[in-house]
Every structure is written in structure tokens, then in C-alpha cells.
């Protein structure tokens, strides 16, 4: 049994054998199997993860932005 406490500025998500198999918001839980959990700050802007990890996080997490991984164009440039 483990417990963990989720910040309202984190969210999680439980892994078990490399695959992700719940996305948590804030709140108090309490783990009757053995998971590992992948904690994200949600006051950075931008975080890394596994993208067995990133499949999993719901999409009202995110407003208004883009999951997806695509560089700038390598002719962006801000206008004045």
C-alpha cells in the first residue's frame, strides 16, 4: 500500500510495467498495487515525459494548446 498527496498545482500519472494506467488531478490517494507515478508541475510552462505517459494525460488539461511535438519552422521570425 502507498499513499500520495497531489498539490492542486501537480497532476500524476500512475505507470505499472512501462504503460500509463490513470491520469490524477489533485487530491489524496491511496495505491493498493505497486505503480510508479510520474508527477507533473503545472505552474512551468513546458515538461518532459515518456510517450506512453503523454497518450494518457486527458485533454481538459490542456486550453487551448497543442500536445503535439513540432519544432518552429526554420523560417519563423517575430514581426514587428
Known amino acids: ?35 510508479d507515478v510520474v508527477m507533473f508541475d503545472v505552474d512551468k510552462l513546458a515538461f518532459t515525459a515518456p510517450n506512453a505517459v503523454l497518450g494518457a494525460l486527458p485533454a481538459e488539461w490542456f486550453s487551448g494548446s497543442d500536445r503535439s511535438c513540432r519544432p518552429w519552422p526554420a523560417d519563423h521570425r517575430s514581426r514587428r
Open 1 to 35: 500500500m502507498k499513499q500520495i498527496k497531489i498539490n492542486l498545482n501537480q497532476r500524476a500519472v500512475l505507470v505499472r510495467d512501462g504503460l500509463a494506467v490513470k491520469a490524477l488531478g489533485p487530491g489524496r490517494y491511496t495505491l493498493w498495487k505497486q505503480y
